[in-house]
């Protein structure tokens, strides 16, 4: 079995400081995890994903996440956010078998001016 | 250029009204899967498929039919729609059946309203 909690549903930072997105996963199998980003009225989109190289795995759009599996966590984070940032991301977990990804339930980022 | 195309985008429909929603992708992948959106839920899946002629439930099937007869098309059937299906819903490809390191492609989704 396998799940994903994303820490927090909404996150407000103000533009050009950094972005930190929390995200603890759980699985019984060696996980793939993956970052990915939903505009307002758009599909998902991959930001960047960890499949056992390195531990530190960078993205688009400056974003990236370090896999630590004492922690179990995967946090997502970016130096300094920009306006076009403003989305909802969710943290992904894929472990062995077929049904292939479980969802976070998402977190909102607001940037502010 | 490479896509997952969902139709329609948005749909209104009544209780009972059989309706089906379409799902095709470009990139001969042999994995394809339904999700449906809910807020605070995240997304969650519905059916799968590892191939042609072959489906498997997800989490939540309730409600929902799904076949695959060509590799492209993976079309998500409602036979007795009820209110509490109204969601946003995603067709997803990846390459590989198993999927587990593979790049999911999502398309741009379809809203549903059941009144």
């Known amino acids: 079995a396998q799940s994903v909690t994303q820490l927090d549903s909404h996150v407000s930072v103000s533009e050009g400081t950094p972005v930190l997105l929390r995200c603890n996963y759980s699985?019984?199998?060696?996980?793939?995890l993956f970052w990915y980003v939903q505009h307002p009225n758009k599909g998902l989109q991959l930001l960047l994903k960890?499949?056992?190289?390195?531990?530190l795995v960078k993205g688009i759009n400056g974003f990236e996440a370090e896999f630590k599996k004492s922690e179990t966590s995967f946090h997502l984070t970016k130096p300094s956010a920009h306006m076009s940032d403003a989305a909802e991301y969710f943290c992904?977990?894929?472990?062995?078998?077929?049904?292939?990804?479980?969802f976070g339930s998402g977190t909102r980022l607001q940037v502010q001016p | 250029e490479a896509q997952v195309t969902q139709n329609p985008r948005y749909l209104i429909t009544v209780t009972g009204k059989k309706l089906t929603v379409t799902c095709s992708q470009n990139?001969?992948?042999?994995?394809m899967s339904w999700y449906r959106q809910d807020p605070g839920l995240g997304l969650r899946q519905i059916y799968y498929?590892?191939?042609?002629?072959?489906?498997d439930k997800g989490d939540v099937p309730e409600g929902y039919k799904v076949s695959r007869k060509e590799k492209r098309n993976f079309p998500l059937i409602l036979e007795s729609p009820s209110p509490n299906q109204t969601s946003l819903y995603f067709c997803a490809s990846s390459l590989t059946p198993r999927g587990s390191t593979d790049t999911q492609y999502f398309g741009p989704g379809t809203r549903l309203t059941v009144l």
């Open positions: 990139m001969n992948h042999e994995y």
């Open positions: 992904v977990v894929s472990g062995a078998g077929r049904r292939a990804l479980t």
């Open positions: 699985s019984s199998y060696s996980p793939s």
């Open positions: 498929s590892m191939n042609v002629e072959v489906t």
């Open positions: 960890y499949t056992s190289a390195a531990t």
